[in-house]
């Protein structure tokens, strides 16, 4: 038997006015364990949870996020179901449903899986488009996937053409398209459909994260947001992006100059209602009157509460959990690095 041990960190998008353009990774992991028998080739499937965080996750691989972007990619590249019978172990120890990139953790863990299970030998490019074919926005999964600060965007990228492939780009496309010829429902991600860029970040940061003991839906919280924006908002915005992609990576950090550059216009105001305490969190600490503090922000759609901060870690963490604590709202938090490394796949013989 062969083991595969798979470990995506959570993130935290946006960081305040880098609206589906941020992400930093965190020093809280989902692993997936894969047990793959070298002798049973009928391409079972058996899932098995441990730990926390796993409530009304489904145990069906075709339903399970996991094992539902790993057959996603096997078919793409010729496989109807797992090479061999195997045991999918999953220990995830990040919050459901609580804006630390949950979903995109197990989109990427699942993209890993079949690439080690099939040994597809897929680049870092092309595990990315996979998993922007399921999880439609960068921040998260591209922070996941490559680690530490990162800038994302998405294009549509036109490869007809003379423009060459590489031998190992050539290869994995035939495999690609082949499975496509054999199966026309099958629907193959372009290539290129996301970019992303590893930012600096200074290693004195740490993320507080305060987390509500409540979820909140992704779909709810974009629901809010307008359709359209005021050019001064959008301004806004733009220019605090600017700064903060700087700024975090200086070795000795401003807090003031990252904490305006942390302000947003496109999302925060729109979801105060959603996640109580939030207006007051956003308007009350400062690093004049909160020692240590650099920033603080929604982590993702919400509800977590996002600080980055130098010093202090648990003082800050009790002052805004005293906040939620006059809104009636039970919530937990950690202190947590901000890791340079993304997901990783490490392979044991048994």
């Not at 990774?25 to 080739?41: C, G, H, K, N």
């Not at 010093?311 to 939620?324: C, E, G, Y």
Request: hydrophobic letters at 40%.
């Amino acid at each position: 038997m062969v083991s595969y041990t798979i470990n995506v960190p959570a993130t935290s998008a946006n960081i305040g006015p880098g609206y589906d353009v941020m992400g930093l990774s965190l020093s809280l992991y989902l692993t997936v364990t894969a047990q793959v028998s070298e002798t049973d080739s009928s391409g079972a499937v058996t899932l098995v949870y441990e730990g926390e965080n796993q409530s009304g996750l489904p145990l069906d691989p075709r339903r399970n996020l996991i094992t539902s972007t790993a057959l996603y990619v096997l078919e793409c590249n010729g496989f109807s179901e797992f090479p061999r019978a195997t045991q999918v172990t999953v220990n995830n120890r990040i919050p459901l449903g609580r804006g630390l990139g949950s979903s995109g953790a197990a989109v990427v863990a699942g993209v890993l899986l079949a690439n080690a299970v099939s040994q597809l030998n897929l680049t870092q490019q092309r595990m990315l488009d996979y998993c922007l074919m399921i999880e439609h926005h960068p921040d998260n999964v591209a922070a996941a996937l490559v680690g530490g600060f990162v800038a994302s965007y998405l294009v549509d990228v036109d490869r007809s053409g003379n423009i060459p492939a590489s031998e190992a780009d050539q290869a994995q496309r035939e495999r690609e398209l082949s499975a496509q010829a054999a199966d026309s429902s099958i629907r193959l991600p372009q290539e290129n459909i996301g970019h992303f860029l590893q930012l600096g970040c200074s290693p004195l940061i740490k993320a507080i994260a305060i987390i509500p003991q409540f979820e909140l839906a992704t779909s709810k919280a974009r629901a809010v947001l307008p359709k359209q924006y005021e050019t001064k908002d959008v301004v806004f915005n733009l220019q605090r992006l600017a700064v903060l992609t700087t700024a975090l990576g200086r070795e000795k950090p401003d807090p003031w100059l990252i904490y305006r550059a942390m302000a947003d216009k496109v999302h925060q105001p729109y979801r105060m209602h959603l996640v109580p305490g939030l207006p007051e969190i956003l308007k009350t600490f400062d690093p004049d009157n909160t020692p240590g503090l650099l920033g603080v922000c929604l982590s993702g759609a919400g509800p977590t509460i996002l600080v980055l901060a130098i010093d202090n870690f648990d003082k800050i963490a009790a002052q805004i959990r005293a906040v939620f604590d006059r809104h009636s709202v039970e919530t937990k938090y950690q202190v947590l690095d901000i890791v340079s490394e993304g997901a990783t796949c490490q392979m044991s013989p048994k």
